[in-house]
């Protein structure tokens, strides 16, 4: 356990501090020291009445073993003041009224966090490839000193043509970014370089449509179930088979909450809907007949929404402009297939006689026993059957998504999943770093080796074991020093950087996108990312995915439709700073009976927001 102790000043960046602190030390729990008194990152209800009950009677309590989260607090009293001292393996003390702030927040962040940062690094002798960025999109930092570099030599020019930027702009973009955030190398040019790859791809939208990106909006609509579950799986998904009973209901709730947000945004707001974007679940995990319900549901709901908006273009090049989706103005329509147990080819061919135009066929990996173990009932060939199969069809845009970190999995198993994606040539590779949370780690750990015991099989027990022995012994150590004032300021301990194959496999996959010609064009990172990385989409020229550029960067307001679906509304900001942004969310729940019984309860929830729209 670490302890944190924060006068006043730095309280208020509690979260920031911890956050770049555990990027050092991963799955550290914290106690948190404030002028106001002490608690703990996941506090259990027990520590909450250990610790009020010390600080009443001015006694050590115990803690229920059974029932604390960490292994530190386990074996600890709690005492009146916080965790026994001998419990903590380092203190850290922020004392940021001594520290140069300004006052404004978002500058004194940064010199709070730059000067732990530097202080971090002497400590252990790391450099995180990130520096100290802990936010999860590291391009939002870049996207607008791109549109101002832009704009300013547009004004300059007095034209409206400049579209690129020049290398010195583009160094001294790089020169703020290391100054501000200690972020090089590496990670400096890949943020860099998709910024600008970004602006070039949103540009296509205007180009499309005569309309920019921050004029339109996007539609998610969640199919939460598929064929099996996924030990892995964090999102809300069920099982097809539960409730095909219930699919009706689900389907014209649906139409109902689509129907009211497209109403809302392109009859009252006039805003074009410019991507659709079908995911879940497994969208495919629908049978032929209710996918075709889906399919028309989208166009009767979707397919003529922009018309009136677009008519009164005074551009008549860009005005109804049909495009391959055969909706006006919808740009691109994309839909998971995900799992190939759940593709037929009539389901394709319903799908492309829809107009979707970008699909996704995941292997997530192409190791048969990693495959058995985190529960894809389908094997490595069908992943290829199904692939060709669509191409058959006449998928011209086909994404593949790979997760590095699996369970089981070392460098030579990702590798071999990467030659297997370099030999079939997706037009585009999404790269998932898994995000060590700490239960759903756990989970799938206790269920990886559940699935070697079952198999029974001695030596391959043995092996398993060796090689995490050798993983969790291997030679990332570097020393640290206690510091604060109730622990020893001398002692040492070694502590481990537990994930160094995991950067291995990032650079594998990066190298495989490469050979293809697949360009990075989108990233972001997860809070608890394995090594402190990153997901990383790459396209080739041209079939890069507008949705996921225009949602994770939070370019345009995307509203999402369906059980267990968020919603996210980009509003201008209350400052009245036309560069900034504000994002107001709302979401739908996790459950799909209460999305079935009272969708009116979700659409309820978003008309507030729709009025917040100008
Ligand atoms: S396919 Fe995706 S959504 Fe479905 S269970 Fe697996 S991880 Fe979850």
Same mark, same amino acid.
């Given at each position: 356990?670490?302890?944190?102790?924060?006068?006043?000043?730095?309280?208020?960046?509690?979260?920031?501090?911890?956050?770049?602190?555990?990027?050092?030390?991963?799955?550290?729990?914290?106690?948190?020291?404030?002028?106001?008194?002490?608690?703990?990152?996941?506090?259990?209800?027990?520590?909450?009445?250990?610790?009020?009950?010390?600080?009443?009677?001015?006694?050590?309590?115990?803690?229920?073993?059974?029932?604390?989260?960490?292994?530190?607090?386990?074996?600890?009293?709690?005492?009146?003041?916080?965790?026994?001292?001998?419990?903590?393996?380092?203190?850290?003390?922020?004392?940021?009224?001594?520290?140069?702030?300004?006052?404004?927040?978002?500058?004194?962040?940064?010199?709070?966090?730059?000067?732990?940062?530097?202080?971090?690094?002497?400590?252990?002798?790391?450099?995180?490839?990130?520096?100290?960025?802990?936010?999860?999109?590291?391009?939002?930092?870049?996207?607008?000193?791109?549109?101002?570099?832009?704009?300013?030599?547009?004004?300059?020019?007095?034209?409206?043509?400049?579209?690129?930027?020049?290398?010195?702009?583009?160094?001294?973009?790089?020169?703020?970014?290391?100054?501000?955030?200690?972020?090089?190398?590496?990670?400096?040019?890949?943020?860099?370089?998709?910024?600008?790859?970004?602006?070039?791809?949103?540009?296509?939208?205007?180009?499309?449509?005569?309309?920019?990106?921050?004029?339109?909006?996007?539609?998610?609509?969640?199919?939460?179930?598929?064929?099996?579950?996924?030990?892995?799986?964090?999102?809300?998904?069920?099982?097809?088979?539960?409730?095909?009973?219930?699919?009706?209901?689900?389907?014209?709730?649906?139409?109902?909450?689509?129907?009211?947000?497209?109403?809302?945004?392109?009859?009252?707001?006039?805003?074009?809907?410019?991507?659709?974007?079908?995911?879940?679940?497994?969208?495919?995990?629908?049978?032929?007949?209710?996918?075709?319900?889906?399919?028309?549901?989208?166009?009767?709901?979707?397919?003529?929404?922009?018309?009136?908006?677009?008519?009164?273009?005074?551009?008549?090049?860009?005005?109804?402009?049909?495009?391959?989706?055969?909706?006006?103005?919808?740009?691109?329509?994309?839909?998971?297939?995900?799992? /190939? *147990? !759940?593709? &037929?080819?009539?389901? #394709?061919? $319903?799908? +492309? @006689? =829809?107009?979707?135009?970008?699909?996704?066929?995941?292997?997530?990996?192409?190791?048969?026993?990693?495959?058995?173990?985190?529960?894809?009932?389908?094997?490595?060939?069908?992943?290829?059957?199904?692939?060709?199969?669509?191409?058959?069809?006449?998928?011209?845009?086909?994404?593949?998504?790979?997760?590095?970190?699996?369970?089981?999995?070392?460098?030579?198993?990702?590798?071999?999943?990467?030659?297997?994606?370099?030999?079939?040539? /997706? *037009? !585009?590779? &999404?790269?998932?770093? #898994?995000? $060590?949370? +700490? @239960? =759903?780690?756990?989970?799938?750990?206790?269920?990886?080796?559940?699935?070697?015991?079952?198999?029974?099989?001695?030596?391959?027990?043995?092996?398993?074991?060796?090689?995490?022995?050798?993983?969790?012994?291997?030679?990332?150590?570097?020393?640290?020093?206690?510091?604060?004032?109730?622990?020893?300021?001398?002692?040492?301990?070694?502590?481990?950087?537990?994930?160094?194959?995991?950067?291995?496999?990032?650079?594998?996959?990066?190298?495989?996108?490469?050979?293809?010609?697949?360009?990075?064009?989108?990233?972001?990172?997860?809070?608890?990312?394995?090594?402190?990385?990153?997901?990383?989409?790459?396209?080739?020229?041209?079939?890069?995915?507008?949705?996921?550029?225009?949602?994770?960067?939070?370019?345009?307001?995307?509203?999402?439709?369906?059980?267990?679906?968020?919603?996210?509304?980009?509003?201008?900001?209350?400052?009245?700073?036309?560069?900034?942004?504000?994002?107001?969310?709302?979401?739908?729940?996790?459950?799909?009976?209460?999305?079935?019984?009272?969708?009116?309860?979700?659409?309820?929830?978003?008309?507030?927001?729709?009025?917040?729209?100008?």
């Amino acid at each position: 356990m670490i302890r944190l102790i924060l006068d006043k000043t730095a309280e208020s960046f509690e979260q920031d501090i911890r956050e770049l602190i555990q990027e050092f030390y991963p799955g550290e729990d914290f106690e948190i020291r404030t002028e106001e008194g002490v608690h703990f990152t996941n506090t259990t209800q027990e520590e909450k009445n250990a610790l009020k009950q010390a600080k009443a009677t001015g006694e050590n309590a115990e803690v229920n073993k059974k029932s604390t989260k960490n292994k530190a607090r386990m074996a600890s009293e709690i005492t009146p003041e916080g965790v026994q001292d001998e419990k903590i393996r380092l203190s850290f003390e922020v004392a940021a009224s001594e520290m140069s702030l300004t006052g404004v927040r978002k500058d004194d962040k940064s010199v709070i966090k730059k000067e732990l940062y530097e202080t971090l690094v002497s400590m252990t002798g790391k450099e995180l490839p990130w520096g100290d960025l802990t936010g999860i999109r590291p391009v939002s930092l870049v996207s607008p000193m791109v549109e101002a570099a832009i704009e300013k030599r547009k004004t300059e020019s007095g034209s409206d043509s400049v579209k690129e930027l020049t290398e010195s702009e583009i160094r001294n973009i790089k020169t703020s970014l290391t100054k501000e955030y200690c972020i090089k190398g590496e990670k400096l040019d890949l943020m860099t370089d998709i910024a600008l790859r970004e602006h070039r791809i949103l540009n296509r939208i205007y180009d499309l449509t005569g309309r920019t990106y921050k004029e339109g909006w996007s539609l998610y609509i969640g199919i939460p179930f598929c064929p099996t579950r996924c030990l892995y799986c964090s999102f809300l998904s069920n099982t097809i088979s539960a409730w095909e009973k219930r699919l009706p209901e689900y389907m014209d709730n649906l139409r109902k909450e689509i129907k009211y947000t497209v109403t809302e945004m392109c009859g009252r707001h006039k805003r074009p809907l410019q991507t659709i974007y079908i995911g879940g679940g497994t969208p495919t995990a629908l049978d032929e007949k209710w996918l075709k319900v889906l399919m028309d549901i989208v166009h009767e709901e979707c397919g003529d929404a922009n018309v009136p908006i677009l008519s009164n273009e005074t551009s008549p090049a860009h005005a109804r402009k049909h495009t391959v989706t055969g909706m006006p103005g919808i740009v691109e329509f994309t839909v998971e297939a995900g799992r /190939p *147990d !759940s593709i &037929t080819k009539e389901k #394709l061919q $319903i799908l +492309r @006689a =829809a107009g979707v135009d970008r699909i996704s066929v995941n292997p997530q990996t192409f190791n048969q026993k990693t495959l058995d173990l985190i529960g894809r009932k389908h094997n490595v060939e069908s992943v290829i059957e199904k692939y060709e199969l669509a191409r058959e069809v006449g998928f011209e845009n086909i994404n593949m998504d790979i997760i590095l970190g699996l369970s089981g999995e070392k460098l030579p198993e990702v590798t071999h999943t990467l030659c297997e994606i370099a030999k079939h040539k /997706p *037009d !585009s590779l &999404t790269v998932h770093s #898994l995000a $060590i949370k +700490r @239960a =759903a780690r756990l989970t799938l750990e206790r269920d990886f080796w559940a699935g070697i015991y079952r198999a029974g099989d001695e030596n391959e027990i043995m092996a398993e074991t060796r090689l995490q022995e050798e993983a969790e012994a291997g030679e990332n150590y570097s020393l640290i020093r206690h510091t604060g004032t109730s622990v020893s300021d001398v002692a040492k301990e070694k502590t481990k950087f537990r994930y160094p194959e995991i950067t291995r496999m990032m650079m594998a996959a990066s190298y495989t996108a490469e050979v293809l010609n697949l360009k990075p064009y989108y990233l972001y990172r997860q809070k608890n990312m394995a090594g402190n990385l990153e997901n990383v989409g790459y396209s080739a020229e041209g079939k890069e995915c507008l949705y996921n550029i225009l949602m994770m960067e939070e370019k345009h307001t995307v509203i999402g439709c369906g059980a267990g679906c968020s919603s996210k509304f980009v509003l201008p900001s209350k400052d009245g700073d036309p560069t900034h942004k504000r994002v107001e969310r709302c979401d739908n729940g996790k459950d799909i009976k209460s999305y079935i019984e009272d969708v009116d309860k979700f659409i309820k929830r978003k008309e507030e927001l729709f009025s917040l729209i100008k």
